[in-house]
């Protein structure tokens, strides 16, 4: 029997749970015999309500959070003489039939755009749980060069799967494209809002731009007083966003624009390019390997070639179409149906 850890559907929803809901509805599609969701005690959010119309088997537990997590979960699964599949870069370190899928090492890399607490306990967790999994997954060659240098494993023991796109949603729709830049995330320090920030800047004194800076993700109003007085009125914040939202931002920006520090994987591009929308990311982390040549790249320390790079797209008709073509062909490349089939096919080799 395979358990999928559930306890992303009593989270909030970032690129980790969104990996996670759709692994686990493609995998109950191709597998769903001897597959069960085992969820820790707790409110489900109403983002997987699709999830709950599938007749899935969801058990949910008597406990939350590491209690549940290191003690009820591993205890429900060795009942059930079960592999454990943990979808989101955490699980039961002492249950020695993990199967793990650690996305990335932003905490070691920027362990101040995390609680303190949450740092030390990955710190503990992270090693333990690679040490007691059968297999690793991770999404990028990136990610599995960091986790074998720094935990030193062997590199046969981790997997590369790549994320996926849902194509029924992120999707082109032709519409006439407006004046302004999209930016989508959190506000972990690693996405680089202070360098978009003085780029923008940059493109409002220097290249003399008329777009807005449209800023998507929770919690970006709190970046309203960052910005000068002079070019705080073509920012414009949205603070709750979901699938319907982002695909119409997707569909009518100029521009996407992605300057991270360091990304494992980077989603939010390849959302923009299914949508054939023109993409401006940083040359860091993974974001090179997953964007391929549909991308025009910047270096995430110098906002000046932030700037240079968003203008030299927004300049040109040509390249914008460029782009758009390339991101769509790039898109079509990454589905979470190959993603789940690829990580099906680790679950029966090590089963």
Same mark, same amino acid.
């Given at each position: 029997?395979?358990?999928? $850890? &559930?306890?992303?559907?009593?989270?909030?929803?970032?690129?980790?749970?969104?990996? /996670?809901?759709?692994?686990?509805?493609?995998?109950?599609?191709?597998?769903?015999?001897?597959?069960?969701?085992?969820?820790?005690?707790?409110?489900?959010?109403?983002?997987?309500?699709?999830?709950?119309? *599938?007749?899935?088997?969801?058990? *949910?537990?008597?406990?939350?959070?590491?209690?549940?997590?290191?003690?009820?979960?591993?205890?429900?699964?060795?009942?059930?003489?079960?592999?454990?599949?943990?979808?989101?870069?955490? !699980?039961?370190?002492?249950?020695?039939? +993990?199967?793990?899928? %650690?996305?990335?090492?932003?905490?070691?890399?920027?362990?101040? /755009?995390?609680?303190?607490?949450?740092?030390?306990?990955?710190?503990?967790?992270?090693?333990?749980?690679? =040490?007691? &999994?059968?297999? %690793?997954?991770?999404?990028?060659?990136?990610?599995?060069?960091?986790?074998?240098?720094?935990?030193?494993?062997?590199?046969?023991?981790?997997?590369?799967?790549?994320?996926?796109?849902?194509?029924?949603?992120? =999707?082109?729709? =032709?519409?006439?494209?407006?004046?302004? %830049?999209?930016?989508?995330?959190?506000?972990?320090?690693?996405?680089?809002?202070? !360098?978009?920030?003085?780029?923008?800047?940059?493109?409002?004194?220097?290249?003399?731009?008329?777009?807005?800076?449209?800023?998507?993700?929770?919690?970006?109003?709190?970046?309203?007083? *960052?910005?000068?007085?002079?070019?705080?009125?073509?920012?414009?914040?949205?603070? *709750?966003?979901?699938?319907?939202?982002?695909? +119409?931002?997707?569909?009518?920006?100029?521009?996407?624009?992605?300057?991270?520090?360091?990304? !494992?994987?980077?989603?939010?591009?390849?959302?923009?390019?299914?949508?054939?929308?023109?993409?401006?990311?940083? $040359?860091?982390?993974?974001?090179?390997?997953?964007?391929?040549?549909?991308?025009?790249?910047?270096?995430?320390?110098?906002?000046?070639?932030? /700037?240079?790079?968003?203008?030299?797209?927004?300049?040109?008709?040509?390249?914008? $179409?460029?782009?758009?073509?390339?991101?769509?062909? =790039?898109?079509?490349?990454?589905?979470?149906?190959?993603?789940?089939?690829?990580?099906?096919?680790?679950?029966?080799?090590?089963?």
């Amino acid at each position: 029997m395979l358990i999928i $850890n &559930s306890k992303f559907l009593t989270q909030n929803i970032t690129g980790v749970q969104r990996f /996670a809901f759709n692994v686990a509805i493609k995998l109950f599609q191709i597998k769903n015999n001897n597959l069960l969701f085992f969820s820790p005690n707790g409110d489900f959010k109403p983002f997987y309500e699709e999830f709950f119309q *599938k007749n899935f088997l969801i058990v *949910k537990g008597r406990t939350k959070g590491i209690i549940w997590e290191q003690i009820e979960l591993p205890l429900f699964a060795k009942r059930k003489k079960a592999i454990i599949l943990n979808l989101g870069n955490s !699980g039961p370190v002492f249950y020695n039939k +993990n199967i793990t899928v %650690i996305h990335d090492l932003l905490w070691l890399k920027f362990p101040e /755009a995390y609680p303190k607490l949450f740092v030390k306990w990955y710190n503990f967790m992270v090693p333990r749980l690679i =040490r007691n &999994s059968l297999k %690793i997954i991770t999404v990028s060659q990136t990610s599995k060069r960091d986790i074998v240098n720094y935990f030193k494993i062997a590199e046969d023991k981790i997997s590369v799967v790549y994320l996926g796109i849902d194509k029924t949603i992120f =999707r082109p729709l =032709r519409l006439k494209r407006e004046d302004f %830049i999209l930016w989508v995330g959190s506000l972990k320090a690693y996405k680089n809002f202070y !360098g978009l920030i003085d780029a923008f800047k940059i493109l409002k004194q220097k290249y003399k731009i008329s777009h807005r800076l449209i800023l998507a993700g929770y919690g970006v109003e709190k970046l309203r007083e *960052k910005f000068p007085d002079k070019i705080r009125d073509d920012v414009v914040f949205i603070d *709750k966003v979901n699938d319907e939202i982002l695909f +119409n931002l997707y569909n009518r920006a100029d521009l996407f624009v992605f300057p991270s520090f360091y990304e !494992g994987f980077g989603l939010p591009p390849l959302e923009a390019m299914a949508c054939g929308c023109p993409v401006v990311v940083s $040359n860091a982390g993974s974001l090179p390997e997953v964007c391929g040549d549909a991308a025009i790249y910047c270096n995430p320390y110098d906002p000046e070639d932030i /700037a240079r790079a968003i203008y030299e797209v927004l300049s040109s008709e040509e390249l914008k $179409n460029y782009l758009s073509q390339k991101g769509l062909e =790039r898109a079509k490349i990454f589905s979470w149906e190959k993603t789940a089939e690829e990580i099906l096919k680790i679950i029966e080799e090590v089963a």
